[in-house]
């Protein structure tokens, strides 16, 4: 996986946190065909944060991590289901 970005953002009429993400699983360094990449995708979210407070960036941070990794949880669950066998 790979963080691409993780802000708070005060330039729009609320703050909100963002963060996004780009995951990739790949078969096994052995294999160097087109089929390596099992799965590719980009994730964002985008949560108010209207608590300024360190804790409260913290929190609105702590639930755009958990929304994110539960859409990546099931995607790579999904994904992973549904492949042939090696």
């Known amino acids: 996986g790979f963080l ?3 802000v708070k953002d005060d330039s729009g009429p609320k703050p909100l946190v963002r963060l996004a993400m780009e995951v990739t699983l ?3 360094r052995e294999r160097k065909d087109q089929n390596r ?3 590719q ?3 964002a979210a985008q949560i ?3 608590d300024q407070s360190a804790a409260g960036v913290a ?3 702590s639930e755009a991590f958990a929304d994110v990794s539960a859409k990546i949880r ?3 669950y ?3 289901s549904t492949l042939p066998a090696a």
């Open 4 to 6: 691409r970005e993780v």
């Open 26 to 28: 790949l078969r096994g």
């Open 37 to 39: 990449v099992v799965f």
């Open 41 to 43: 995708k980009s994730y």
């Open 48 to 50: 108010a944060c209207p």
């Open 59 to 61: 929190k609105a941070m």
């Open 74 to 76: 099931q995607d790579v």
């Open 78 to 80: 999904d994904s992973v």
